[in-house]
């Protein structure tokens, strides 16, 4: 049989299927070459493919991690939650995620968490041949040439103009093809094509498409940006940056504020505007001059300067200034704080320790115990103790036992009672001295409190000479009533102050008659007059210096009489001068040879740089300052004109300005200062202040200019080298620390480092509360959790505690600045100021602040120049101003008389220039005028306070003498009248010792005052009288019977020789104080 072959072929159309494989192979190679980190998952929340950037950003294989569920990839609070969050998207439909891009917490394999932006694609099964057909035409348009397909794009990230439509529509079509690709890769394995199928997972109609971007890298970038913002914007210094033009190109709030320039913007100016004139005129040139020759003298260095605000006010500050260079352009960056504050606390501090220490009053400071805290060098000097020997021991130890027994229970009724019966007012006391020695004070007690308690000054006086003065000033009236010869007491006018019983004998006149009345009284119409023998006395000033006159003497009935008159000239520092006439008639004609004394002034206005030139301008002096300024040797320029040193524009006209003053008077730079330009040996200029003075010598007539030079260069470099991001931190005078919110260091800067002893390596990262003591650092996790969770604000500055590397407590006061992300509190900034020197600086000056405060006594504290810059309210009392407002700032010449004031400034001027102390460190008296015009009689002790950064300070004390100087008057006077009066006299104390022993006495007697005064008054009697005469006086002190005193009867005196001889006696009885009994004897041989 015959069979024919037949073939059956079954034809399978493989199109479809080969279009799948083409589309998965170029699909899975598209999502492997995506740099962006694909992740898909199914509707389960399977992860069904994970691409190769997905592996590196969150290192996991793809094959460990496929088949897994997406919630390894969240951190523990989202993946509690997303199962639900997809059940309900496939019941309700609503995209709440899907299509939207969002920041969210992503979580590694290691188990650390990152920030990732996250966007959300779905596509389904059934758009699989759509999807083919997409991935295919897609990629035949791009080419698959570049890679470039971007998911996420923000504006300006593409690099390209607006108008280019051609790379736009380029990125859109790879974005859609990048989603089509991973669509399809995880719909559509084909048969043979390698890859991963989860094997717990059923196919379904949904799947998700994950792109994410890792924005790690990117918070820590905008992070550390918002803290360079926050430490620029909110930092409490302020902070400025410029160009190498000195033009403003960045300035903080802060430095607007300090500045007052709140309502404008600095930037664009140049920066001389915050620079006194005399610094701002040289600006431009630092820099310049900088460019040039990159000599740092600023840069990188601390330094104060002056600043000027706004309203033209000039204040001190702190300036660090650092150099910054980006790229080649060259910035300059200043840090500047304000130390106006902490100088004054230091002046205060200062000036009141020194108060302390140089004031000649006796200072000392007890506590409510007794005991001795404070001891000046005035109570060393008083009492003869060591201020260590004294400090530390009870009062008692100054007082004598009698009162040192009941101190305790006086302070002790005062503590319990309040009863003030000592402290605010004067009294006389007993001291005694380290030798045991009793002696007499006047003490002034005040009350103050410090940080301790309460505490007692004492101003101390020792009064011991103020009984003698009293005994002097009684024994010179005696001596003006018994001296045989007429006496007279005058002031410097002339007026009658005593009037003796024997010149009411001689001139007719009795003693009410004559008292206050003038001299002249007694002078002739014509001739020589007492008074003008008056006129003609004089003698240096605190000398006695006396003077014969012939003249001629009219009596009361207008009788004339030619008298011998016998001047003594009694002066006293800062009063008025006193004279003491002695009037005896005479015979002879006289003629008077007048004398005049001449005081010549030496004017030396030497000063630095100093140049003394003749009227023709032939410059015939210099000092070494100007020769240092100027380069030149004083050979080389002593004998040319000052033009040589004076820029041509100047030279040209300088004779010609010396010609018209000298023609016409007229001053227009002498006694004036002002700024000009002088010119170096080496030809570059100068700015100097100039002042110009004249001297002229009268006796011949030479006129010579003196001429002082202030050099006014400074250095003009402000050289500035930090990096913009970290170095204003690391750089910064002030210690700055930065936190995020959960307390960990951030930053910790270079200043923090020297407060806190760690360095930033050892802090960063850690906790803050490393750096806060007990129970601060407790509390500190507690404190921040409230500022998140109610909004608490932490911004106000505030005193706070700090703990040390070794564990020291130190004060710091802290301004806390917010770093806010989208609305959310991520970090802290704080700006930290040692407060530790200036609380110890501030404790320590209390007392001495408290003490200056209610000194008893007046002090006046004057600048170089005299300007008074403060006063204490016994000055002001002593004086009788109001307030401080009414003489702080002006010169001190206003509470002085004419005399003095008039050459005050030159005594300035000479002590500046020589430096020789002829005031300074002494005490003498002047006299001072009141705001009334009143003349006070004062003692004034003067101390120079110098002190490191701070100009140096004259210190005047004040005491009030009147009363003093009228006693000192009366003893001179008793001096005088004693060596003087024309008979012996004596004066012993109620026991008969000699205390006074005239010097005719001495000649009588034949002992000299070293011999006698000591001794008994038995000495100048014979043996017989000698053995009773100290029961004469016993007697006569227990029964006041006088059979001696106030008469006159005739005794027996002994010479040193021991001869006998007749004499005239007459006793008269003084009482001192306390009742002390003294007698004056007036013994006239026979």
């Given at each position: ?5 037949v073939?059956?072929?079954?034809l399978?159309?493989i199109?479809?299927e ?8 170029l699909?899975k190679t598209a999502i492997?070459?995506?740099?962006i980190?694909?992740?898909l ?7 069904v493919?994970?691409s ?8 996991w294989?793809?094959e460990?991690i496929?088949?897994?569920n997406v919630?390894?990839l969240m ?6 939650v997303h ?5 309900d998207?496939r019941?309700s ?11 969210v917490?992503a979580?590694?394999k290691d ?5 990732v932006e996250l966007s959300v694609?779905?596509v389904?099964r059934?758009d699989l041949?759509?999807i ?5 035409g897609a990629?035949?348009?791009?080419g698959?040439?570049g ?5 996420f ?5 593409s690099?390209g103009?607006v108008g280019k439509q051609?790379a736009k529509s380029?990125?859109?079509?790879t974005?859609?093809?990048l989603?089509?690709?991973s669509?399809f ?10 890859g991963?199928?989860p094997?717990n997972t059923?196919?379904?109609d949904e ?5 994410m971007r890792d924005?790690?890298q990117e ?6 940006n918002e803290l360079k913002d ?7 210094v302020?902070m400025i ?8 190109l960045?300035?903080n709030?802060a430095?607007h504020?300090?500045f007052?320039y709140e309502?404008?913007?600095l ?9 006194p004139s005399e ?10 001059r900088y460019g040039?020759?990159g000599?740092?003298?600023i ?7 002056v600043?000027?605000r706004?309203d033209?006010e ?5 300036l ?7 790229k080649?352009?060259?910035?300059y960056?200043?840090y500047?704080r ?8 230091r002046?205060?501090?200062r000036?009141g ?5 140089l004031?000649p009053i ?6 409510e ?16 103790y060591?201020q ?7 009062v008692?130890t100054?007082?004598p036992p009698?009162v040192a027994d009941k101190?305790d229970?006086?302070l002790?009724n005062?503590?319990?009672t309040?009863v003030k ?12 001295r380290?030798s ?7 003490i002034?007690?005040?009350e ?6 309460r ?5 101390l ?7 003698m003065l009293?005994?002097a ?5 005696a001596i003006?009533t018994?001296?045989?010869?007429p006496l007279?007491?005058l002031?410097?006018?002339?007026t009658?102050l005593?009037f003796?019983s024997?010149?009411t004998?001689?001139?007719?006149y009795?003693?009410?008659?004559a008292?206050h009345?003038n001299?002249s009284?007694?002078d002739p119409?014509?001739?020589p007059?007492?008074?003008h023998a008056?006129?003609?006395s ?19 009935n207008g009788s004339?009489?030619w008298?011998e008159?016998?001047?003594?000239e ?10 003491v006439?002695?009037?005896?008639d005479?015979?002879?004609e006289?003629?008077?040879e007048?004398?005049r004394?001449?005081f ?6 030497t ?5 003394i030139?003749?009227?023709l301008g ?7 300052s100007?020769?240092?300024t100027?380069g030149?040797?004083s ?8 033009k040589?040193l ?10 010609s300005?010396l010609?018209a003053?000298l023609?016409s ?7 004036a ?5 002088a010119v170096h040996?080496d030809?570059?200029?100068i ?17 010579a200019?003196?001429g002082?030079?202030r050099?006014?260069?400074q ?6 080298a930090f990096n ?7 750089l910064s ?6 936190i ?8 910790f800067s270079a200043?923090s480092t ?5 360095d930033a390596?050892e ?5 803050v509360k ?6 601060e650092?407790s509390?500190?996790?507690l ?7 109610r909004?608490?604000?932490?911004t106000?500055p505030?005193?706070v505690?700090g703990?040390?590397?070794?564990g ?10 917010e770093?806010?992300h989208k ?12 407060m ?10 209390y ?5 200056a405060?209610?000194?008893d006594?007046a002090?006046v504290v ?12 016994s000055?002001?009392?002593?004086l009788k101003?109001?307030?401080l407002?009414?003489c702080?700032?002006?010169n001190?010449?206003m509470?002085m008389?004419?005399?003095y004031?008039a050459?005050?400034?030159q005594?300035?001027?000479t002590?500046?220039r020589t ?9 003498r008296?002047?006299?001072?005028l009141t705001k009334?015009g009143?003349v006070?009689?004062?003692e004034l ?5 110098n ?7 004259f ?5 009030d003498v ?5 006693r000192?008057v009366?003893?001179?006077?008793n001096s005088?009248?004693i060596?003087?009066?024309p008979?012996?006299i004596i004066l012993s104390?109620a026991?008969?010792?000699i205390i ?5 006495a001495?000649r009588?007697f034949g002992?000299?005052?070293a011999?006698a005064?000591?001794n008994n008054l ?6 017989d009288v000698a ?8 007697r ?5 019977v006088?059979s ?5 009867r005739q005794v027996?005196?002994?010479h040193?020789?021991g001869?006998?001889?007749?004499a005239?006696?007459?006793v008269?009885?003084l009482?001192g ?10 013994v006239?041989p026979?």
């Amino acid at each position: 049989v015959t069979t024919d072959l037949v073939f059956c072929a079954y034809l399978r159309d493989i199109n479809h299927e080969q279009r799948l494989k083409d589309a998965y192979i170029l699909s899975k190679t598209a999502i492997d070459a995506c740099p962006i980190p694909i992740v898909l998952i199914n509707g389960s929340g399977i992860v069904v493919r994970f691409s190769r950037a997905a592996t590196t950003v969150f290192q996991w294989k793809t094959e460990d991690i496929v088949g897994k569920n997406v919630k390894v990839l969240m951190n523990h609070d989202i993946a509690k939650v997303h199962d639900q969050h997809l059940q309900d998207y496939r019941h309700s439909g609503v995209k709440r995620v899907i299509d939207r891009t969002r920041q969210v917490q992503a979580m590694r394999k290691d188990g650390m968490g990152i920030t990732v932006e996250l966007s959300v694609k779905e596509v389904r099964r059934s758009d699989l041949c759509k999807i083919v057909d997409d991935v295919l035409g897609a990629s035949t348009h791009l080419g698959l040439e570049g890679g470039a397909m971007q998911i996420f794009s923000r504006p300006g990230e593409s690099g390209g103009d607006v108008g280019k439509q051609d790379a736009k529509s380029r990125l859109a079509a790879t974005n859609h093809f990048l989603a089509m690709a991973s669509s399809f890769a995880a719909h559509a394995q084909p048969k043979g094509a390698k890859g991963h199928t989860p094997a717990n997972t059923q196919p379904d109609d949904e799947l998700f498409i994950g792109y994410m971007r890792d924005l790690s890298q990117e918070y820590i970038l905008r992070q550390s940006n918002e803290l360079k913002d926050v430490i620029l914007s909110e930092s409490s210094v302020p902070m400025i940056q410029l160009d190498t033009k000195g033009v403003i190109l960045y300035a903080n709030p802060a430095l607007h504020h300090e500045f007052g320039y709140e309502g404008d913007n600095l930037v664009g100016r140049n920066v001389k505007a915050l620079m006194p004139s005399e610094v701002a005129v040289h600006h431009d040139g630092y820099l310049e001059r900088y460019g040039q020759t990159g000599i740092k003298h600023i840069i990188d260095h601390q330094r104060e300067a002056v600043a000027k605000r706004k309203d033209g006010e000039l204040f001190p500050i702190e300036l660090s200034v650092r150099e910054l260079n980006v790229k080649g352009d060259r910035t300059y960056f200043g840090y500047i704080r304000n130390i106006l504050q902490p100088q004054l606390v230091r002046d205060q501090k200062r000036l009141g320790d020194t108060i302390m220490s140089l004031s000649p009053i006796p200072l000392v400071v007890i506590t409510e115990e007794g005991i001795i805290i404070q001891f000046n060098d005035a109570a060393q000097e008083v009492f003869g103790y060591t201020q260590a020997e004294a400090t530390g021991a009870n009062v008692k130890t100054l007082q004598p036992p009698e009162v040192a027994d009941k101190h305790d229970m006086y302070l002790a009724n005062y503590r319990r009672t309040g009863v003030k019966s000592i402290v605010d007012a004067k009294r006389r006391v007993m001291g005694k001295r380290k030798s045991g020695k009793s002696f007499p004070l006047e003490i002034l007690i005040k009350e103050t409190t410090d940080t301790d308690g309460r505490v007692f000054i004492g101003y101390l006086r020792d009064v011991s000479s103020e009984k003698m003065l009293q005994v002097a000033n009684d024994l010179s009236d005696a001596i003006s009533t018994l001296s045989p010869v007429p006496l007279i007491a005058l002031d410097a006018s002339g007026t009658i102050l005593k009037f003796s019983s024997a010149a009411t004998n001689d001139l007719g006149y009795q003693v009410e008659e004559a008292m206050h009345g003038n001299v002249s009284m007694f002078d002739p119409n014509e001739g020589p007059g007492i008074s003008h023998a008056l006129h003609r006395s004089s003698g240096p000033q605190g000398a006695i210096h006396s003077d014969v006159h012939k003249v001629r003497v009219r009596r009361k009935n207008g009788s004339l009489y030619w008298a011998e008159c016998t001047i003594r000239e009694i002066k006293q520092e800062a009063s008025q001068a006193s004279f003491v006439a002695f009037i005896r008639d005479v015979s002879e004609e006289i003629t008077n040879e007048i004398s005049r004394s001449v005081f010549k002034r030496i004017l030396n206005l030497t000063y630095t740089p100093m140049v003394i030139i003749s009227e023709l301008g032939i410059i015939e002096h210099v000092n070494e300052s100007l020769t240092e300024t100027f380069g030149y040797a004083s050979k080389d320029i002593i004998g040319q004109n000052i033009k040589l040193l004076t820029p041509p524009e100047v030279s040209i006209h300088h004779d010609s300005f010396l010609k018209a003053y000298l023609t016409s008077g007229l001053k227009s730079v002498l006694d004036a200062k002002r700024k000009v330009y002088a010119v170096h040996k080496d030809g570059t200029r100068i700015v100097v202040e100039l002042c110009v003075r004249e001297a002229v010598t009268t006796e011949i007539g030479k006129r010579a200019y003196f001429g002082f030079l202030r050099d006014l260069r400074q250095e003009t470099k402000l050289h500035q080298a930090f990096n913009f991001n970290d170095a204003i931190t690391d750089l910064s005078p002030v210690p700055i620390i930065a936190i995020d919110s959960r307390g960990t260091i951030l930053k910790f800067s270079a200043a923090s480092t020297k407060v806190f002893g760690y360095d930033a390596s050892e802090v960063v990262r850690e906790n803050v509360k490393m750096l806060m003591p007990e129970p601060e650092a407790s509390n500190h996790d507690l404190y921040l959790e409230r500022a998140r969770t109610r909004g608490v604000q932490l911004t106000k500055p505030r005193r706070v505690r700090g703990k040390t590397k070794d564990g020291k407590i130190v004060s710091l006061e802290l301004t806390l600045s917010e770093v806010s992300h989208k609305g959310v509190v991520t970090s802290y900034v704080g700006f930290l100021r040692d407060m530790t020197d200036l609380d110890m600086e501030e404790a320590e000056g209390y007392v001495s602040s408290a003490i200056a405060d209610v000194a008893d006594q007046a002090i006046v504290v004057t600048d170089t120049r005299g300007t008074i810059v403060q006063m204490n309210r016994s000055a002001l009392d002593l004086l009788k101003y109001d307030s401080l407002d009414e003489c702080v700032g002006n010169n001190v010449k206003m509470i002085m008389t004419r005399d003095y004031a008039a050459n005050h400034d030159q005594y300035l001027d000479t002590y500046q220039r020589t430096k020789v102390k002829r005031i300074i460190d002494s005490v003498r008296r002047v006299t001072a005028l009141t705001k009334t015009g009143e003349v006070l009689h004062v003692e004034l002790g003067v101390r120079e306070l110098n002190i490191d950064g701070l100009e140096p300070r004259f210190l005047g004390y004040l005491r009030d003498v009147g009363d003093e100087i009228t006693r000192e008057v009366a003893a001179r006077m008793n001096s005088t009248l004693i060596s003087l009066a024309p008979v012996p006299i004596i004066l012993s104390d109620a026991s008969g010792r000699i205390i006074s022993f005239s010097p005719l006495a001495s000649r009588v007697f034949g002992f000299s005052q070293a011999e006698a005064i000591g001794n008994n008054l038995s000495i100048l009697m014979p043996e017989d009288v000698a053995i009773v005469h100290d029961g004469y006086l016993a007697r006569y002190q227990a029964t006041g019977v006088k059979s001696i005193i106030d008469s006159k009867r005739q005794v027996l005196g002994r010479h040193k020789s021991g001869k006998t001889f007749h004499a005239i006696l007459s006793v008269r009885e003084l009482s001192g104080q306390d009742d002390q009994k003294f007698y004056v004897a007036f013994v006239s041989p026979e």
